[in-house]
Nanobody, 128 residues
Framework: QVQLVESGGGLVQAGGSLSLSCAAS????????MGWFRQAPGKQREFVAA????????FYEDSVKGRFTISRDYGKNTVYLQMNSLKPEDTAVYYC?????????????????????WGQGTQVTVSS
């Protein structure tokens, strides 16, 4: 079984920065992908960013390009989401996800149906 533990959420003013972390444990994999999704109150969960563990190729939702950066640490089995220039519309519960299948097409990285393991989520609130 795979466990994902998220941390780093909190309250920040518009224009500020915040960094999220998600540590994976329970199993080891030769290659996999991890992503970040978010869900605002009353809205559907949406894709934010994802990364391939081996190649380090990353994908981003258009609304966060240039503001958010996803990265990974092999030694800690941890994925990070550095969020800069935060806006009130970024307010949501942020979830990390993992899947063993390492696809090359962005189609699979952007859709939650292709992720098997999920964290509990961490709240990010951006005030105006």
């Amino acid at each position: 079984q795979v466990q994902l533990v998220e941390s780093g959420g909190g309250l920040v003013q518009a224009g500020g920065s915040l960094s999220l972390s998600c540590a994976a444990s329970g199993r080891t994999f030769n290659d996999f992908r991890m992503g970040w999704f978010r869900q605002a109150p009353g809205k559907q969960r949406e894709f934010v960013a994802a990364i391939n563990w081996r190649s380090n190729i990353a994908f981003y939702e258009d609304s966060v390009k240039g503001r958010f950066t996803i990265s990974r640490d092999y030694g800690k089995n941890t994925v990070y989401l550095q969020m800069n220039s935060l806006k009130p519309e970024d307010t949501a519960v942020y979830y990390c996800a993992l899947d063993r299948d390492s696809y090359t097409d962005s189609y699979y990285y952007r859709r939650e149906q292709y992720y098997e393991h999920w964290g509990q989520g961490t709240q990010v609130t951006v005030s105006s």
